[in-house]
C-alpha cells in the first residue's frame, strides 16, 4: 500500500465555500467538492446555473447544453504535501491539461480551511464536510498500453467514510486548449464535442444513499442518482493487492483491473 502523503487533518471530504480572484470576483455558488485519502485525491466543480439534463444523453445534447456541460470541472490524481504547501497532481482532468501547476498554501483561519495559490493568485475558503472516521481508500485503473502517458489513469475512486468520488478518463485525448469551452465552440464536429465530454466525475454515497453506491452529483447529469456500480461485480483479490470489476457487455463480460493503492475497512463493498 502507498504511505501517507498529506497530514491526518487534510484527509476527508471537504467542500468549498468561496474562492476570490484578483479582479475582485468571489464566487459561492458554484458546487465544488474535494475528497482526500492519505495519497490520492478527487475533485468536482459544477456552476451553479448548469441546466437540469437528468433526463438527457449525450446523443441529445443541443449546442447549447454542450456549451454549458463544458463549463464544468473535475479532476483526480495523487498529493504532494511539503511545509504547508500542497501539490495536486493531475492524472484525470476533464479540462485541457496546463502547465502551470495546481498548488496552493493552506493555513487554518479559525474553523476555515484557507487554500491561497503558489503558481495562480487565489484565496479559497474550505469547509469540512466529513473526515472519514480514518476509513480511506483509494483505487487505481491503469491507462493501457497505448496511452503513452504515465500521467494518465483510465479511472480512480476515492473514498473517505461513506462518501467516494468515481473518475473516469474521456476515451480520446483533449488537444491543447485554454479551455473546453474554447475548443468546443471552434473546431469540433457534434460527435467529437460529445466524445470531449464523457469524462466522468462523479460523487456519491457508498451505503447511505438510495441505492448502494448512489452517485448524487455528477459531470455527467444524468448519472446522478444511479448506481455506480454493484458490489456483486467485484472480486477482492488480496494476493495481488487489486479489486476485478466483472460487468456484462454485449454477450459475454468486460473484466476491469483495479489496483489497490489504500485500503480502509472494507465495509464500503460490503454493501
Known amino acids: 500500500m502507498i504511505a501517507s502523503t498529506v497530514p491526518d487533518w487534510l484527509r476527508g471530504l471537504w467542500r468549498r465555500l468561496s474562492i476570490e480572484t484578483p479582479d475582485g470576483q468571489r464566487d459561492t455558488q458554484t458546487q465544488v467538492f474535494y475528497l482526500q485519502t492519505s495519497s490520492c485525491f478527487a475533485d468536482l466543480r459544477l456552476p451553479f446555473d448548469r441546466p437540469d439534463l437528468k433526463q438527457a444523453s449525450f446523443s441529445s445534447l443541443t449546442q447549447a447544453e454542450i456549451v454549458a456541460l463544458s463549463r464544468q470541472q473535475g479532476f483526480a490524481g495523487i498529493t504532494q504535501f511539503k511545509q504547508g504547501q500542497c501539490q495536486w497532481v493531475r492524472y484525470i482532468d476533464y479540462q485541457p491539461p496546463q502547465s502551470i501547476r495546481d498548488i496552493g498554501l493552506l493555513y487554518w483561519q479559525n474553523n476555515i480551511l484557507i487554500e491561497e495559490g503558489v503558481d495562480q493568485v487565489y484565496r479559497e475558503e474550505w469547509h469540512k464536510v466529513d473526515d472519514g472516521d480514518g476509513d480511506f481508500t483509494a483505487l487505481v485503473l491503469a491507462p493501457d498500453d497505448t496511452s503513452g502517458s504515465v500521467l494518465t489513469w483510465q479511472a480512480g475512486l476515492v473514498i473517505a467514510g461513506d462518501y467516494f468520488i468515481y473518475s473516469h478518463n474521456r ?5 491543447a486548449a485554454e479551455t473546453l469551452s474554447d475548443f468546443l465552440m471552434t473546431s469540433t464536429t457534434l460527435q467529437e464535442q460529445q466524445d470531449y465530454l464523457g469524462c466522468e466525475i462523479s460523487l456519491g454515497l457508498c451505503r447511505s444513499g438510495r441505492v448502494p453506491w448512489e452517485i448524487q452529483r455528477s459531470t455527467i447529469p444524468w448519472r446522478e442518482g444511479t448506481a455506480l456500480w454493484s458490489a456483486s461485480e467485484l472480486t477482492i483479490d488480496w494476493e495481488h493487492k487489486r479489486i ?3 460487468s456484462p457487455q454485449g454477450e459475454g463480460c468486460r473484466v476491469r483491473e483495479w489496483q489497490i493503492r489504500e485500503w ?7 454493501v
Do not use: D, H, M
Open 244 to 246: 476485478l470489476q466483472t
Open 171 to 175: 476515451s480520446v485525448t483533449l488537444p
Open 264 to 270: 480502509g475497512t472494507g465495509e464500503a463493498f460490503t
